[in-house]
């Protein structure tokens, strides 16, 4: 069963820091690009950071540039957002994504609230 598990939400202040993980099963994990997105409330999702199979390349959004970092451990299957400097408009529902060719799986998302 393929399956896209993240974890790792919460509340934090602004300025705070939080680490989202996406535990992969099923699937060939070292094949899949890898992607964080995310929605707020009454807005469309949207992409955040991307992270290729290899883990030798990465992108970021223009609005977490420099405060965000994707990885992955594929030996473990899994894929990891750092979130530092956190600010009140990065609370979202964070999904993680995974991408090859024609193939697009997500996981449950994981609720991340910034607020004093």
């Known amino acids: 069963q393929v399956q896209l598990v993240e974890s790792g939400g919460g509340l934090v202040q602004p300025g705070g820091s939080l680490r989202l993980s996406c535990a992969a099963s099923?699937?060939?994990?070292?094949?899949?690009?890898m992607n964080w997105y995310r929605q707020a409330p009454g807005k469309a999702r949207e992409f955040v950071a991307v992270?290729?199979?290899?883990?030798?390349?990465?992108n970021y959004a223009d609005s977490v540039k420099g405060r965000f970092t994707i990885s992955r451990d594929n030996a473990k299957n899994m894929a990891y957002l750092q979130m530092n400097s956190l600010k009140p408009e990065d609370t979202a529902v964070y999904f993680c994504?995974?991408?090859?060719?024609?193939?697009?799986?997500w996981g449950q998302g994981t609720q991340v609230t910034v607020s004093s």
């Open positions: 994504n995974a991408y090859r060719a024609s193939v697009s799986l």
């Open positions: 099923g699937l060939i994990f070292g094949s899949f690009t």
């Open positions: 992270i290729t199979g290899s883990g030798g390349s990465t």
